[in-house]
């Protein structure tokens, strides 16, 4: 996978929502884009996912849902393999037990602990809070999004941090560059531009 290609938006494009509304991934289609190849490989992790679900007093089974799934074999044949149900925790649990230098598994560290995060304050709370204290947790987030992806980029061999974000900001403002939107801000030399904006536009920034 390009490293230039990976984004947060490539977890929450294979989330599923059940017919109760509940969110899950299926273990099979993260392990794809964990670049898992083998199964058995990735269900060691699982397991110890398991063992750290366990020992953090949370019952494994309604993170870890089995999921039998067909899959289509030769001679048009059908065979029933092992697949699961995972929670936003059990997918945090997952990366965490993966391996760090893969800027994949460091990305997905990042974005299911930012994720499992926001989830702690319920939507209803967060839309009380006023637009400053909002700016303030979604800054938060992005401080410490961006920290892990760099740090991830790093292990992958960027060395120009600088044009490496660069291509998320001329993706998300129609080819403008950290110095391009500085400017259209009116922003004084180093000043974060980060720092200048509201919290709908921090949240576009931190996906």
């Given amino acids: 996978m390009d490293y230039a290609d990976i984004n947060y938006n490539t977890f929450e494009s294979i989330k599923h929502i059940n017919l109760l509304g509940h969110e899950y991934w299926s273990a099979r289609e993260l392990k794809t884009i964990l670049g898992y190849s083998q199964w058995r490989r990735f269900n060691e992790v699982i397991e110890k996912a398991k063992i750290a679900c366990k020992n953090s007093n949370y019952n494994a089974s309604e993170h870890f849902a089995d999921a039998g799934k067909m899959i289509l074999i030769a001679k048009g044949g059908e065979r029933n393999v092992l697949d699961y149900h995972l929670s936003r925790y ?10 760090s230098r ?21 939507e209803k709370a967060y839309s009380e809070l006023t637009e400053d204290e909002k700016r303030f947790y979604q800054r938060d987030l992005t401080r410490k999004g961006n920290y892990s ?42 000043e974060d531009i980060l720092d200048n904006m509201g919290s709908d536009e921090l949240i576009a920034n931190l996906f």
Avoid: M, W
């Fill in 102 to 122: 893969k800027p994949i598994i460091a990305l997905a560290q990042t974005y299911f602990a930012i994720q499992t995060r926001r989830q702690e304050l319920s």
């Fill in 149 to 190: 992806l760099n740090q991830a980029a790093k292990n992958a061999g960027v060395r120009n941090f600088d044009r490496f974000h660069n291509y998320g900001y001329r993706g998300l403002y129609n080819g403008e560059t950290a110095n391009d939107i500085a400017k259209r801000k009116g922003l004084r030399y180093r």
């Fill in 90 to 99: 059990a997918c945090y649990l997952i990366a965490q037990n993966g391996d």
